[in-house]
């Protein structure tokens, strides 16, 4: 019922009433965001960024499951229950979660005495210099896109190399190759139709 109603290139919300109801709201509400991969950016963003006064104005309370497509596949029936089948499988562990995991397993079966342990350093502290701490300040208001900080080993601090604006396809240009650099970027994009803006550091 829901594929024939999307417009090539369009996005959409999309409200569908569930036949099953909650004693405070009423009747249960799956809410649709469809957002094609092929619609222009402009209109990807304002959808996401938009999403959640949506849902805050019909009432969060009602809305009882979410689907997200970006094709048309994605909000047939098949692709609602593909979505159920996802939402209850154990989520995937990444290699370091793994590594973990077996490293609990083999220390739970492991007598490790006194004798055997070993201490080892959990960090080195160098101070942040203030102009590094008021480019940091300035990248969680949105000043800045992007910094570059450095250790100066001799002083025992960590300095700010730079702090600008740089599209994601030019940040390779800011990677020295011939020194060690911390670098904070605030990326800009939509996560299953949510405008969300996520700082990534390296």
């Not at 006194?114 to 208001?141: C, M, N, W, Y």
Request: glycine fraction near 4%; hydrophobic fraction near 30%; proline fraction near 5%.
């Amino acid at each position: 019922m829901i594929k024939p109603l999307i417009v090539e290139n369009q996005p959409a919300y999309i409200l569908y009433r569930l036949d099953t109801k909650s004693p405070d709201s009423g009747y249960d509400w799956l809410f649709i965001s469809w957002s094609p991969d092929t619609a222009p950016v402009r209109q990807k963003m304002l959808y996401a960024s938009t999403k959640a006064t949506l849902k805050q104005e019909f009432g969060t309370a009602s809305i009882k499951e979410e689907l997200h497509g970006t094709v048309p596949e994605d909000i047939t029936l098949d692709g609602y229950h593909k979505h159920k089948r996802n939402d209850t499988a154990p989520v995937p562990l990444t290699t370091a979660e793994e590594e973990l995991a077996e490293l609990k397993k083999t220390t739970a079966t492991t007598d490790y005495s006194v004798e055997t342990r070993h201490q080892t350093l959990s960090g080195v502290a160098f101070p942040v210099t203030d102009e590094a701490k008021q480019a940091i300040t300035e990248l969680g208001k949105g000043i800045h896109e992007y910094i570059q900080l450095k250790i100066e080993l001799e002083e025992e601090k960590i300095h700010l190399v730079t702090a600008c604006d740089v599209s994601l396809d030019k940040l390779p240009t800011k990677v020295p190759s011939d020194a060690a650099r911390y670098h904070l970027y605030n990326f800009k994009h939509t996560h299953e139709g949510d405008y969300t803006e996520s700082i990534g550091k390296r």
